[in-house]
T-cell receptor, first 112, second 115 residues
Framework: KNEVEQSPQNLTAQEGEFITINCSYS?????LHWLQQHPGGGIVSLFM???GKKKHGRLIATINIQEKHSSLHITASHPRDSAVYIC??????????????FGEGTQLTVNP | GAVVSQHPSWVICKSGTSVKIECRSL??????MFWYRQFPKQSLMLMAT?????????EQGVEKDKFLINHASLTLSTLTVTSAHPEDSSFYIC???????????FGQGTRLTVV
């Protein structure tokens, strides 16, 4: 079992729909990141959170530390939101210090 | 926000040659940078942690002599793929974070194709 699991793996939506991507993790963390990777490969950090909820434009990220679960929501989705969304958790390991562990990503396609 | 610049964005090289990839933090000093590798449709896998002024820490299964990492200054880390083989073809991406923050900033990535 991966330390970070995302669902769904693939998601197709119509423009305007409300999108939810889920992330569950099994380790103790200091922070959780939501990242966006476009077809060219570049990665943009959308959110870093350790508790509660954050909002930026049409994007909302929530985290429940007790349940080890986070969600990324996109309101009024648009074709330009099409990308791979990656959940990553930051945890501390004695042998290697602070490190990020990544989920396998969710491929989102928003059709016009 | 902080910017991490990676160069080149893509490179094609012949088998047996070496390729150097640069990762620069443009507006902050990064004592630690991270090098990842990503195969198609797969997640990022940490290859090594680059420490300024000291040896890199490699993940299990990553060949130190094949993937040479140099972090000679607080703003530059380089990854050199030596004696490249077609199986080294992949997407390589670096990241860095400010010393006083947990936030990660990623380079644009380098797509390496070995022919």
């Amino acid at each position: 079992k991966n330390e970070v699991e995302q669902s769904p793996q693939n998601l197709t939506a119509q423009e305007g729909e409300f999108i939810t991507i889920n992330c569950s993790y099994s380790v103790g963390i200091s922070a959780l990141h939501w990242l966006q990777q476009h077809p060219g490969g570049g990665i943009v950090s959308l959110f870093m959170l350790s508790s509660g909820k954050k909002k930026h434009g049409r994007l909302i990220a929530t985290i429940n530390i007790q349940e080890k679960h986070s969600s990324l929501h996109i309101t009024a989705s648009h074709p330009r939101d099409s990308a791979v969304y990656i959940c990553a958790v930051r945890s501390y390991q004695e042998t290697s210090g602070s490190r990020l562990t990544f989920g396998e990503g969710t491929q989102l396609t928003v059709n016009p | 926000g902080a910017v991490v610049s990676q160069h080149p964005s893509w490179v094609i090289c012949k088998s047996g040659t070496s390729v150097k990839i640069e990762c620069r933090s443009l507006d902050f000093q990064a004592t630690t940078m991270f090098w990842y590798r990503q195969f198609p449709k797969q997640s990022l896998m940490l290859m090594a942690t680059s420490n300024e002024g000291s040896k890199a820490t490699y993940e299990q299964g990553v060949e130190k002599d094949k993937f040479l990492i140099n972090h000679a200054s607080l703003t530059l880390s380089t990854l050199t793929v030596t004696s490249a083989h077609p199986e080294d073809s992949s997407f390589y991406i670096c990241s860095a974070r400010r010393p006083d923050s947990l936030e990660a900033f990623f380079g644009q990535g380098t797509r390496l194709t070995v022919v």
